[in-house]
């Protein structure tokens, strides 16, 4: 069964493990990569490099996104 791209970046479901040792790794990145695009939507660029105000944004839309 087909779904659209918004129900997969929602639930991705079963994610491809490529390194046993790190099982939560493809979870994490998963949620890294929408804080990082919600970032980018809400700010117009992405977060500036050691900057902490932009890393704490950042980091609070990863852990809001977070189940």
Known sequence: M????????EDPGEL???DFAKF???Q???VG???LHQFAATH???P??????SSLAAT???SSTRR
């Open 2 to 9: 087909q779904r659209s791209l918004a129900e997969a970046l």
């Open 16 to 18: 491809l493990l490529s």
């Open 24 to 26: 939560d790794r493809p």
């Open 28 to 30: 994490q990145l998963h």
């Open 33 to 35: 990569f929408q804080a």
């Open 44 to 46: 117009q660029r992405l």
């Open 48 to 53: 500036r490099p050691r900057n902490e105000a």
């Open 60 to 62: 609070a839309r990863a």
